[in-house]
């Protein structure tokens, strides 16, 4: 089985064609991690952030429903938690509830962030399940199968704990003798290829084939990734929001198309994401200054700073992270800006004209830390930050 | 810095002096050589002179050889200029070479002193706590009297001017002077711009540091949020990183039991193979086996046949030999049983025997065993008798001498107690005559404080009185002053400026006049009717023909009394300007002068000059009044505590009642207060010394008593006890005896358990050798027994052989009826025709290596079984950890640690930076030392132009504070050119200024001696409003430039005490040497 990924391929080849030509269509996401925190950065961008993760199901229902799929599967971790707070899991329901629509099932596997256990949102007994509508089907048994279609069937088994070493796709029912219908497998887990796959559920290379899936839907590694072979698919959808800085092919679910001539199924990767989350390695002026004519207000942007300034440039730099970033009474070009300041290094040796006409006592402060500046390590740096603070009082003034 | 008190002792000319200085001006006032200066030198000694410098030797007393001594009290903070609050110091040096002596103590309460430094450490403390900028104390011997610019500014001997002004900062060695100066005049010195950046950077220094620089902590850090931040992410971090292990864990070893199991499946499966393979070889084998077994089985059934036959005849001839070999063995079975009923018997008697032996033997052995027994158990009881006859003996002899030894202690004690009773009568005694001693000093005591309180009164009743009249006085005078002060107002005379213009229209008008000056000549050549002329402002006068008239510019002519002409001279334009200056003058200026009743101008001017003297005469009359009035303010602050003192004064005479104050006051002379203070101490000590030994010699006493009466007890106790046993004789006898009868009886007791031993034995013999005999009857009758068994056993296997071979008999009588033999070697040749058919195996595998491999397959079954378990326990145990969700987890938190600890760490290299930025700012301040001398000169400057009347322009001051000149006329002028007493003046403002902005003691020693008296009062002013900030040390020969009459002490007084003024009469504190 070898990895194809499929991200930013044109349409499916059913794609014009008469509806009566698709036995099935499916809309496979994973991995909404709702509640998660950003620790990393600022409380109300944590918030934000967080917003942002129950906003994508508008985006993911609503593509289910203009591609007028046949059902939704999700494979897990749709909590960050297995006892999420209220505040999350009640939202969600009223969201399935508005995106209802007869016929079209919504099926939620628990995940190994949110696994099905005594007490877990996902338990029969708990809130979530009571206010779920009917059309929304929780895989809490280990031999659940739900008929998708004349000719096809989910078949999925729940995670019941944050780390198992048992393959989850292997335990479903393999495909019996003279089985024609299309089988949909459906687990949460690190396939073969995963670090550390063997504890996190792992999914065996054959899986798909071995017990007969036509396509095996899967959830945990949040870009998204398809398997050989094509004909038997096994497939990451990626998450729908990305979570962190550095992640490949995430933001979309994938759309799954399925011919009555049970030929390979067609797999579309659409976007959903509110954000892209960006990080830039900024090295000279220019490229910090090209920033600002960006449109960024969709880009959670991360800057990491690595140059050396002037006390003037110093200035300037302030000045477009705060056009970035925002203000307390402006919003920033960039959605939320995270800045690595790191690298960022003020020379003040040279203060330009700020001193002229200053008092001599002033001047000759500049001196005695610019006599300071050029030592190595903090000592300089100190010095170095001194002399820029010097620079902005006597401007200020 | 504040002076508190200063004693001093064989010190010069000065053989004692103390006095008590106070927080304000200090004028401390006597005639020349009275040691005035001596005083000043002592300060100045005591603060930065070591005890072992040779310029001591200056201070020798002069009338007679002993070492110079100081004592000198102050309160300074601990670092100067900080702000902190002073501490009490007490500084005494005893002045003389080696012999030198120095000692610095410190106090919170100004009482309790404890001592801080002692020898050379005190010097260099001092300099520390004055920062003064004087050197290091230098080695004993060293020449030059220690000091530095603010040394000589403060404490600066005689004839200063030059010293302080010709000097500055630059000489000092050490910069503290500098530094504290600078950090004084900071405010003043500071650019505003440069004080904005240094008030911003301190602002963000503080929000960060304490005042001593060091990081603030808790919520008070601007750290703290983040610090906080990165606590709670370390410990997450550390929860998560645990975590985390334990899925690390649980994986490898998940990894290691999954190859395990893998090995253990693969073991499983080679020996299942080779199982399987043996078992194969060994079913083949099995086969060729059984088919072997079968051709065996049937040859051996045909054997079996053949053999059944032999059989039969063989047990038909055994059958006929037991027959006959039955009876013979029934014989020796009767024979046997006889013998062992015989041995039976015999067995019998023996026991009877050992049992008879067991019981005692016989009557006689009893009897004898029996008394002996009865014997010592007498012997026994007696011996008890004895034994505690003895104790009673003994006990009675350790009592009689108990007794005793009380008797002996009970003496001892008796002596020792009267001798604490009479160590306690003798205490008490000693106390009643010391608190004797302190009621009488404490009579004296108060006796002397009521004394004061009365003489407080008396003044605060006088300043009462002085009150009353001086603002009496004042408010006469000045009624007086604002009548004429009205009358001046009411006088109306033009402004000054009015006056100029009135001049320049006068000099306008003359001007106008002159214009018009011609020249007019008139001649009357004939006529006979007269003529009158008026020429200018002349008399008219008659004028005949042939007369002529000259006239400057008009003349009016009268010809009779018909005809009169005015003849003008001028051109009309200069007329009309004449006119209309003259109309202006008219207007304006004449009736001024008609209402003032002057003729003209310098009239006016007169009168301007008399009203301007007069108004400064009332302005200075005011300020007279004013300064009486001050007087009377300061003295009513006396006079207000009145009330108060005549309470304590009141307090004081209540607690004079009931005393004799006509003696006390006979012997109050013989003693000064602190004597009487010392003495009363001194008594009250005595009191409490006694009381102690009172009550030390009331305890020995009533510890000594209890240690008799207990003894008395036990004296009673051992003799009550003692008494019954001697009833019984004398102890020391009955023990002699009773120690003959103890013998007797142990030697008797020796006798009688040697016969019960000898008895005991002999019956032991006679038991064993019954046991002997029972031993042998019981063997024979085993014997005979087993003989009878083996007889009998005989017999029934002759009769069980006989009944066997009959049965054998009869069971092969019936097989040899069914053995077919032809039918038997048919079978064993078609076995042997199947056996042929079979191969051989090509491996043999045997039985036991068939088990062999099944034991190893079902180890390797169990090993697998054993691996599958082990695995899926830790499947069980791996859904209790974290997973990839606490790496996620714990990755998710470093990240977030990780920018949390840069954001700390870029913080602190902000605050870093701020403080740095700070520290670099006052450093080059310090070095940018010019302000010092603006600063401080403007203060001067205005000063000195307020004494001289804004004469002179400002005293220039270097950056060090030398005085680089003096500004006149826009000039700057050598301080040299000016006279002595203008540089005093400007050397006591200079040095006022500087202690004013210090906040430090000042010692003016005879300063402004070449200033007239106007000026000095002037100066005392400034003292006073100077000493509200600053103590000030006047020492004067001319006590009336700063004193009133009765600010002065009464003459019995050495000091007295106004608003922020204290005055000390030096003739009643200095006992000069050599003066009796």
């Given amino acids: ?397 | 810095m504040r002076l508190l008190s200063l004693r001093v002792r064989s010190f010069g000319c000065v053989e004692e002096a103390r006095i008590e200085l106070g927080p304000g001006v200090n004028v401390l006032y006597g005639p020349n050589d009275l040691g005035k200066s001596t005083l000043a030198h002592a300060i100045r000694a005591a603060l930065l002179l070591p005890s072992g410098h040779r310029e001591a030797q200056e201070f020798r007393p002069w009338h007679r050889d002993a070492a110079p001594e100081v004592r000198l009290t102050f309160e300074a903070p601990d670092e100067p200029g900080s702000g902190a609050l002073p501490r009490r110091w007490r500084v005494r040096k005893v002045f003389g070479g080696k012999g030198g002596q120095a000692e610095l103590e410190w106090s919170n309460d100004g009482e309790r002193f404890s001592l801080d430094e002692k020898g050379p450490g005190v010097d260099a403390k001092l300099r520390h706590l004055l920062g003064w900028g004087v050197p290091e104390a230098r080695a004993r011997g060293a020449r030059g009297f220690p000091g530095s610019f603010l040394a000589t500014v403060l404490l600066g001997p005689q004839a200063v001017p030059g010293s302080v002004l010709g000097k500055g900062l630059d000489a000092d060695a050490s910069e503290s002077g500098r530094e504290r100066l600078t950090e004084a005049l900071q405010a003043l010195a500071q650019d505003p711009r440069f004080k904005e950046v240094l008030d911003e950077a301190q602002r963000k220094v503080d929000e960060a540091f304490t005042p001593l620089g060091k990081p603030k902590k808790g919520k008070a850090s601007p750290l703290t949020p983040v610090r906080q931040e990165i606590e709670v992410l370390e410990s997450r971090l550390r929860e998560e990183e645990s975590r985390v292990h334990d899925s690390d864990t649980v994986r490898e070893q998940l990894l290691q039991l999954e190859a395990a199991r893998t090995e253990a499946i693969v073991a499983r499966d080679e020996a299942e193979a080779e199982a399987q393979q043996a078992r194969a070889a060994f079913e083949q084998g099995r086969a060729r086996m059984r088919a072997k077994a079968e051709e065996e089985q049937a040859a051996q059934a045909l054997e079996q046949g053949r053999a059944v036959l032999t059989e039969l005849r063989q047990w038909q001839q055994a059958a006929e030999r037991h027959l006959g070999m039955l009876p013979a063995a029934e014989a020796a079975l009767e024979r046997a049983r006889e013998a062992n009923d015989e041995a039976q018997q015999r067995l019998v008697q023996a026991e009877a025997a050992v049992r008879a032996i067991e019981e005692g033997g016989d009557a006689q052995s009893r009897l004898t065993r029996q008394a002996l027994e009865t014997r010592r158990l007498e012997l026994r009881t007696e011996r008890e008798r004895a034994d505690a006859a003895m104790q009673r003996a003994e006990e009675a002899l350790r009592l009689r001498e108990r007794l005793e030894q009380l008797d002996e202690e009970q003496r001892a004690l008796g002596q020792d107690l009267a001798a604490a009773e009479h160590a306690a009568a003798q205490a008490e005694a000693s106390r009643r005559e010391a608190d004797a001693e302190r009621r009488l000093y404490d009579a004296l005591l108060r006796l002397r404080r009521w004394q004061e309180a009365k003489a407080r009164v008396d003044a605060a009743r006088q300043a009462a009185d002085e009150v009353a009249r001086l603002r009496s006085v004042a408010d006469a005078r000045t009624v007086a002053l604002d009548q004429e002060e009205a009358a001046l107002a009411a006088a109306r005379l033009p402004e000054p400026a009015t006056l100029d213009a009135w001049r320049a229209l006068a000099e306008e008008r003359r001007v106008a006049e002159a214009r018009l000056g011609v020249g007019l000549s008139l001649v009357v050549h004939r006529g006979s009717v007269p003529v009158r002329v008026w020429r200018d402002e002349h008399e008219p006068q008659a004028t005949a023909a042939g007369q002529s008239v000259e006239a400057r510019q008009r003349l009016r002519i009268q010809v009779a009394d018909e005809v009169e002409l005015e003849v003008q001279g001028g051109d009309p334009l200069a007329r009309a300007a004449r006119d209309a200056v003259e109309r202006r003058w008219v207007e304006e200026v004449a009736p001024v002068l008609d209402g003032l009743g002057v003729p003209d101008l310098s009239a006016v001017e007169r009168r301007l000059h008399d009203a301007r003297e007069r108004r400064a005469s009332i302005v200075r009359r005011r300020h007279e009044v004013q300064r009486e009035l001050d007087r009377a303010a300061a003295l009513q602050q006396r006079a207000d505590d009145l009330p108060q003192l005549e309470q304590v004064l009141h307090a004081r005479e209540q607690a004079l009642a009931g005393l004799d104050r006509d003696a006390l006051e006979q012997r109050s002379s013989e003693h000064d207060e602190a004597a009487l203070e010392h003495r009363r101490a001194h008594a009250e000590a005595r009191i409490d010394e006694s009381q102690h030994r009172h009550v030390k010699a009331k305890a020995r006493a009533a510890s000594l008593a209890s240690d008799q009466r207990a003894r008395a007890e036990e004296r009673e106790r051992v003799h009550a006890e003692l008494q019954p046993l001697l009833a019984m004789g004398d102890p020391e006898e009955e023990r002699d005896a009773l120690f003959d009868r103890l013998a007797a009886i142990e030697g008797e007791q020796e006798t009688v358990d040697e016969q019960l031993a000898e008895h005991d034995e002999a019956r032991a013999r006679q038991r064993a050798e019954a046991v002997m005999l029972v031993r042998d009857a019981q063997a024979e009758a085993d014997r005979c027994r087993v003989t009878a068994a083996q007889a009998r056993r005989e017999v029934d296997e002759r009769r069980e052989a006989e009944a066997q071979a009959r049965g054998r008999l009869a069971q092969l009588e019936a097989q040899a009826s069914r053995v077919d033999e032809p039918a038997l070697r048919a079978e064993v040749e078609r076995c042997q025709e199947q056996l042929r058919a079979l191969p051989e195996p090509q491996t043999v595998v045997t039985l036991e290596a068939l088990e062999a491999a099944e034991a190893e397959l079902t180890t390797r079954q169990h090993a697998m079984r054993e691996a599958e378990a082990d695995y899926e326990q830790l499947r069980g145990a791996l859904k209790h950890v974290g997973g990839a969700i606490a790496r996620e987890r714990a990755q998710q938190t470093r990240d977030a640690l990780l920018a949390a600890r840069q954001r700390e760490h870029d913080l602190e290299l902000d605050y870093e930076a701020w403080k740095l930025l700070t520290q670099t700012l006052r450093e080059a301040e310090s070095a940018e030392g010019r302000h010092l001398g603006e600063a401080l000169g403007e203060d001067v400057h205005k000063r000195f132009a307020a004494l001289t009347g804004g004469r002179y322009g400002g005293l220039r001051l270097g950056r060090d504070l030398k005085a680089e000149g003096l500004e006149v006329a826009g000039a700057l002028r050598d301080l040299g050119r000016f006279s002595e007493g203008v540089q005093d003046q400007l050397a006591t403002i200079l040095r006022l200024a500087i202690a004013d902005h210090l906040g430090t003691a000042l010692v003016l020693d005879d300063h402004l001696a070449q200033t007239d008296p106007q000026r000095v009062a002037w100066f005392r002013e400034l003292l006073l409003q100077i000493g509200a900030r600053a103590q000030i040390v006047v020492l004067t020969c001319r006590p009336e430039d700063y004193l009133h009459d009765a600010e002065r002490p009464e003459a019995s007084k050495a000091a007295r005490d106004a608003e922020r003024l204290r005055a000390i009469d030096l003739t009643r504190v200095i006992r000069r040497a050599g003066v009796t």
Wanted: with cysteine; proline share 7%.
């Fill in chain 1, 1 to 397: 089985m070898t990895e194809t990924k499929l991200a930013g391929q044109s349409g499916p080849e059913y794609e014009g064609r008469e509806e009566d030509d698709l036995a099935l269509k499916l809309l496979h996401t994973a991995d909404w991690h709702l509640g998660r925190r950003f620790p990393s950065f600022p409380t109300e961008v944590g918030l934000e952030l967080m917003r942002a993760r129950m906003s994508v199901i508008d985006a993911i229902l609503g593509s289910a429903a203009h591609n007028e799929v046949d059902a939704v599967l999700c494979a897990g971790d749709l909590f960050d938690d297995p006892n999420p707070d209220e505040e999350w899991w009640r939202p969600l329901t009223e969201k399935l509830r508005r995106h209802a629509r007869p016929g079209r099932p919504v099926v939620l596997l628990p995940g190994n962030h949110d696994f099905l256990g005594p007490g877990t949102v996902y338990h029969p007994e708990h809130a979530f399940r009571q206010a779920l509508p009917e059309h929304v089907h929780v895989v809490d048994r280990d031999d659940f199968t739900l008929p998708l279609a004349p000719e096809a069937t989910l078949y999925a088994r729940p995670c019941r704990s944050r780390a198992e070493g048992l393959d989850l796709a292997m335990a479903l029912p393999a495909r019996e003798e003279g089985d024609a219908s299309i089988r949909i497998g459906m687990v949460h887990g690190s396939t073969f290829d995963m670090p550390e796959h063997q504890t996190n559920f792992p999914i065996a290379r054959d899986a798909a084939v071995v017990r007969g899936f036509d396509y095996l839907a899967i959830g945990d590694t949040h870009a998204h990734r398809v398997y050989d072979p094509p004909e038997q698919p096994t497939v990451y959808p990626g998450a729908p929001e990305p979570t962190s800085f550095g992640e490949r092919d995430v933001g979309n679910v994938a759309l799954v198309f399925f011919g009555r001539r049970r030929r390979r199924p067609l797999i579309r990767s659409e976007r959903v994401a509110r954000f892209t989350w960006e990080e830039r390695v900024i090295e000279d002026m220019p490229s910090l200054r090209r920033l600002r004519d960006e449109d960024l207000q969709r880009t959670v942007l991360r800057l990491q700073l690595r140059l050396r300034v002037s006390p003037a440039e110093r200035d300037e730099v302030e000045e477009i992270l705060r056009v970035l970033g925002g203000t307390s009474s402006s919003h920033g070009h960039a959605a939320v800006l995270q800045v690595d300041r790191t690298g960022l290094r003020t020379d003040a040796s040279d203060l330009g004209d700020a001193l002229l006409g200053a008092p001599a006592v002033l001047v000759e402060t500049a001196t005695r830390l610019r006599a300071q500046a050029g030592e190595p390590g903090e000592t300089g740096e100190v010095a170095q930050r001194a002399l820029y603070h010097l620079y902005r009082l006597v401007r200020s003034g």
